[in-house]
């Protein structure tokens, strides 16, 4: 069995539309299922992959050498991806965000609210910040902060100044004592729809991750790195990636504001990309009962037309 199973697989490989000759970068490697697929079709071509996860790229190194030795990855995050390519151009990029399954699943990572372990949540396990640490010493403000910003969490100022409390008498050391801590921030009527500490586990692992300001970058770095006829495919978990990934490409896609409505718009000033998706694919329900962590996946893709 499949360590981790890849969300919109097909539809991302047949968007790519894949040149057997051309350069392709998998942003977010995993376990490769969606790398896999890509250098199957990749005769005299490359695949550059990333991953900040060592544990990821080990396992994935041996089952891509399965299929091919034009393959190339970098333990690094994707942050880097314009360094590493250099001025070298390539025929589309994909990007699958969030966390691989082994990631949540794991006893010993802290993703999980599921699961108890130490407060953890780090993708790359060499990088200093950790949950723990943003737990037990950031101010009461900057909590609230980070769970109203990358959570949305309507009960963050109880939240936070609920975990400064519990820190001053004892460290709050596991992913249990914390969801305990939440669980009692929420009235009642709101647990039935959703688990209490949801939006806080998502806000914590953006910020130990850094995920909104890297994305956003490597995303506008990526569009640069095209070659004519390549694509960007974005595959997004949440709202607030989603939002980031739609707004970088209808800027990228929109004709300019002052020449908007001109009979002859000079070549120079129309975009440089066009939208492949008007509206996001999303996965069918038949994945969704199969693989249920497809179900908030949304997948937006770009081509650079000149
Ligand atoms: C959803 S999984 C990818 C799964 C993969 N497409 C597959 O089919 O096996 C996302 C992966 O991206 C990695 N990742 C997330 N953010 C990253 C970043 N900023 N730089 C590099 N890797 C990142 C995670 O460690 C995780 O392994």
């Not at 010493?137 to 959570?151: D, H, Q, S």
């Not at 692992?205 to 909104?212: D, G, H, Q, S, T």
């Amino acid at each position: 069995m499949e360590k981790h199973t890849s969300v919109l697989l097909k539809e991302a490989i047949d968007y790519l539309n894949i040149r057997e000759d051309g350069t392709y970068i998998d942003a977010t490697l995993g376990y490769a299922g969606h790398s896999g697929e890509i250098l199957k079709q990749l005769n005299k071509g490359t695949l550059i992959a990333f991953d900040k996860d060592i544990d990821a790229v080990n396992y994935s190194r041996t089952k891509l050498s399965k299929i091919g030795d034009n393959f190339k990855i970098y333990n690094t995050g994707f942050i880097n991806i314009k360094e590493v390519m250099e001025d070298k151009k390539v025929d589309g990029v994909l990007f699958d965000l969030g966390v691989s399954s082994p990631e949540i699943d794991e006893d010993n990572r802290g993703f999980s609210y599921m699961k108890n372990s130490k407060l953890d949540m780090r993708m790359d396990q060499n990088s200093k910040l950790t949950a723990y640490e943003i737990v037990n010493t950031y101010t009461k403000e900057a909590l609230t902060n980070i769970f109203r910003k990358y959570g949305e969490e309507k009960h963050a100022l109880k939240i936070a100044e609920k975990i400064e409390k519990q820190r001053n008498i004892k460290k709050i050391e596991t992913t249990y004592e914390l969801v305990d801590i939440i669980d009692k921030c929420y009235p009642y009527k709101e647990k039935r729809l959703t688990h209490p500490a949801k939006k806080v586990f998502q806000a914590l692992r953006i910020e130990v991750n850094n995920e909104l300001n890297e994305f956003e970058k490597a995303l506008k770095d990526s569009l640069e790195l095209l070659n004519i006829g390549g694509r960007v495919v974005v595959i997004t978990f949440h709202s607030l990636e989603d939002r980031i990934c739609k707004n970088i490409f209808k800027q990228a896609s929109e004709v300019n504001e002052v020449v908007k409505g001109m009979p002859d718009i000079p070549l120079n000033l129309l975009p440089n990309f066009k939208l492949i998706t008007k509206k996001p694919i999303i996965p069918r329900d038949e994945e969704i009962r199969r693989n249920s962590r497809s179900k908030s996946a949304k997948m937006r893709v770009i081509e650079r037309i000149k």
